[in-house]
């Protein structure tokens, strides 16, 4: 009997983590308002941002953004059908961030890589690789409440190849009776330079998107050089029974 009650327990335990989300219908109206942290360096600010889906295509969400307080008309962007954020790279519309790949499933893992060419002066190409990892659900506490949501989390690297420069610095060389002007040349070399990334976001199935995201790049000293933290105020997602207003 203890032999079977095991095989029983270890049966159920698979099936939870056997659990499947598919991709969740998003229609027309559905709405999320997040709370938004912006840390670059030493300084930092916050806004709240409400989205808003205009239309969905059988491949684009396109939403309406709009910042509270801001006088500003709405801004109008587009995301993949997952939530994935695409960009011009090189002349191509290329996904650049994919935070869901469904059907989602504990353990399951995908990749995005790309190579831009003079994303700056400064630079001659720049190189992100990502790893994206469902890792499992958590407890998470926002604004809008607590949820039971799916984690998932993505490591990189970016390698960036420093185009080759000169600057030019003059100054004066003043002694009694006699001013020279000083010009001195620096080159710097093309080089290659390093860094990390670190993305994580927590999936509520009933709310149709993250709860919570957060991302972080790293410099070449691993120095956390920029943080992008969403949380979620509220939301209005058709079909959900848990919809959520503002405190």
Known sequence: MKAIAALVILAFSAGVWAESLERPPVGAGDSWVYRMTTERGQGWNQTTDEFTVVRVTPTTIFLSVQTSGSTQPAREIFQGNDWSRARDVNGKETVVNRPFAFPLS???????????????????????????????????????????????????????????????????????????????????????????????????????????????????AGVRTERYTQELVSFKAAGSANSSSSP
């Open 106 to 220: 504990d353990g399951k893992t995908w990749d995005i890589a790309y190579t831009e060419d003079g994303p700056s002066k400064q630079l001659k190409t720049r190189t992100f690789e990502t790893h994206y990892r469902v890792v499992g659900y958590e407890a998470v506490e926002v604004p809008a409440g607590k949820f039971r949501a799916l984690k998932i989390e993505a490591e990189g690297d970016w390698k960036a190849q420093l185009a080759p420069s000169q600057s030019v610095v003059q100054g004066a060389n003043v002694s009694p009776g006699d001013t020279a002007m000083v010009t001195h040349a620096q080159t710097t070399l093309e080089r290659d330079i390093t860094g990390k990334t670190y993305k994580a976001f927590w999936y509520a199935p009933e709310v149709k998107r993250w709860v919570k995201s957060v991302e972080e790049y790293y410099s070449t």
